[in-house]
């Protein structure tokens, strides 16, 4: 069983999903930071400075200050504006992918099809060069 695992977490797709993964945690952290760092203070100046970060509804029916004042006190929230920077950094992640997905696809060579050096036969469907005339395994005239 031993065995079986390792063979199993050593194959080359494991080790390039373990990377992808890895990968994907750290740009995870670069897109959290954009957004909460540089898009949602932007967006703040447009939205009348509203903090996304302090958007809650709290379920007692109490009116808090903050986030962390209704948290202190205990009661459980709603927050949906954790949602919406949730939302966007969704978003911007799709966006980012779909750029980068774009550019290496434009970085790929287009692979040109060879033109095809066989062809079969149409009596025996033996595989037989392009220019034959005369099929080498039936004797038929092409």
């Known amino acids: 069983m031993l065995k079986e695992f390792k ?24 897109v959290n930071s954009l957004v909460n760092d540089v898009i949602m203070p932007t967006l703040s100046i447009f939205t009348g400075k509203i903090d996304f970060s302090n958007l ?9 200050e903050s986030l962390q004042a209704a948290k202190d006190a205990g009661v459980a929230t709603l927050n949906y504006g954790s949602f919406i920077s949730g939302v966007l950094n969704f978003l911007i992640m799709a ?10 696809n434009r970085l790929r060579k287009p692979t040109i099809a060879k033109a095809p050096t066989t062809k079969k036969c149409p009596y025996c469907y033996s595989e037989i060069h392009i220019e034959a005339t005369k099929c080498p395994h039936c004797i038929s005239e092409l």
């Open 95 to 104: 966006f980012l992918v779909f750029i980068i997905v774009r550019w290496i």
């Open 7 to 30: 063979d199993f977490a050593l194959r080359g797709n494991m080790i390039d999903m373990a990377v992808g993964i890895i990968i994907g945690g750290a740009f995870n952290g670069i």
């Open 56 to 64: 809650f509804v709290a379920l007692d029916g109490n009116k808090y």
